[in-house]
């Protein structure tokens, strides 16, 4: 399966944005969908996953209550909605597809990767 992730964008601090990924190829629906993200001078890491029929969710507890995940099927397509940005919340954006059980929380885990997308949140 093929990723592109878009959506990201400069947005003040307490906006929102919502990114969007879709993806190309056989069996979409197989897979576990999750966003990671990486901030400059770090590592990157796991933001938010969501099973294969979408009724089951897992977010880091960094963006709890924050982000939201969701998928849609019938587009190929998963979400990442972004509420109260925060300046930390600036970095990369990757989404991601795994076959491996949910949730998958390591970069190891998953087995295709999008390109990435900036959000940059000013204070």
């Known amino acids: 399966v093929q990723l592109q992730a878009f959506g990201g964008g400069l947005v003040q601090a307490g906006g929102y944005l919502r990114l969007s990924c879709a993806a190309s190829?056989?069996?979409?629906?197989?897979?576990?969908m999750g966003w990671f993200r990486q901030a400059p001078g770090k590592e990157r890491e796991f933001v938010a996953a969501?099973?294969?029929?979408?009724?089951?969710?897992y977010s880091a507890d960094s963006v709890k209550g924050q982000f939201t995940i969701s998928r849609d099927n019938t587009e190929n397509a998963v979400y990442l909605q972004m509420n109260n940005l925060k300046p930390e919340d600036t970095a990369v954006y990757y989404c991601a597809a795994s076959t491996a059980p949910f949730p998958p929380q390591t970069e190891d885990r998953h087995n295709y990767w999008g390109q990435g997308t900036q959000v940059t949140v000013s204070s």
């Open positions: 190829g056989r069996n979409f629906g197989d897979y576990v």
């Open positions: 969501i099973n294969w029929s979408g009724r089951s969710t």
